[in-house]
């Protein structure tokens, strides 16, 4: 047996025996160990496999320009995040913004704000949109990273990421949800366009919140690891491929309301297969980008 068919072998076999990745963990810790991090080479990593937990935060944190690639700077970086994020927490209580019982995600969003100067001048001031959006992203972050200080720097620098790198793409991916769909499962798409439902789906929640809140934790990290590593647009196939789990229920609905209020909602049980089957949909359609979205 060649060396390529042991290794295709091993790979059927620690699948089947519940260890898959197995070899793909091994090919990240290889690239982990180099001196000077291969940013591109990480980048093509996460968006062919799904990041182990037990690196998905540092594969982050380098990949959102939390750490550099320099393995001797990280330390010594990680410090200064802990003091700066020190730093803003005092700054906070010291102008009575937060307290000891303010929940750790409003902590979250006042710090963000502060740094962006953006701090309202009273806390009882209604959130605005993009509020909301962080405390979305923030309650989902907060049960995927344990640290705090991890957890605001990966949070900060995802919607940062958001908010730059994805900015013109995200308003396109409604349209390009409408297009995929099509190719999918045109009857479908049709059923939405007689009850008049495109312009009613849940689009915030898919592609502003990213899946926050609608997706669970476990299932809702792999798809980020592809927002992460430099694609938005896997969010489109996460919306599609919801929508062809459920068919059934959907084209069932009869309203734009029942339509949405379904989708709003969706059954948890699916999720995993949900995301298994939109990232194979993804790589159908799409290849496997490095860094375009």
């Not at 060396?3 to 699948?15: A, G, L």
């Not at 990745?21 to 690239?31: D, H, P, R």
């Not at 709003?264 to 990232?279: H, L, M, T």
């Amino acid at each position: 047996m060649s060396e390529d068919s042991q290794r295709n072998f091993r790979s059927v076999y620690y699948e089947k025996v519940g260890f898959r990745g197995v070899e793909e963990k091994k090919s990240l810790e290889i690239l982990l160990k180099d001196d000077r991090l291969d940013i591109e080479k990480l980048c093509t990593f996460s968006q062919r496999f799904p990041l182990p937990s037990m690196y998905r935060a540092l594969v982050w944190k380098v990949l959102l320009g939390i750490l550099p690639p320099h393995h001797e700077s990280h330390a010594q970086v990680m410090t200064y995040r802990k003091d700066q994020y020190s730093d803003i927490l005092h700054a906070l209580k010291v102008v009575r913004f937060i307290s000891d019982t303010t929940p750790q995600v409003e902590v979250y969003l006042r710090m963000y704000q502060l740094e962006c100067g953006k701090l309202p001048r009273s806390p009882s001031f209604p959130l605005e949109p993009d509020d909301e959006v962080f405390l979305a992203i923030a309650k989902a972050m907060e049960e995927m990273v344990e640290d705090s200080v991890d957890c605001y720097w990966i949070i900060r620098c995802f919607v940062g990421q958001l908010n730059t790198k994805h900015r013109d793409s995200l308003p396109q991916l409604p349209k390009a949800f409408e297009q995929y769909l099509n190719v999918e499962d045109s009857r479908l798409l049709s059923h939405l366009k007689t009850c008049s439902a495109m312009s009613r789906l849940p689009y915030d929640l898919w592609f502003k919140r990213c899946f926050a809140g609608c997706l669970p934790e476990s299932s809702l990290q792999r798809v980020w690891d592809k927002v992460v590593s430099g694609s938005c647009k896997i969010l489109v196939f996460v919306a599609v491929e919801i929508l062809l789990t459920f068919k059934i229920k959907v084209m069932a609905l009869n309203s734009a309301e029942k339509i949405t209020k379904f989708l709003e909602n969706i059954p948890q049980d699916s999720s995993d297969a949900i995301v298994s089957k939109a990232i194979d949909l993804w790589h159908k359609h799409c290849g496997t980008p490095v860094h375009s979205a």
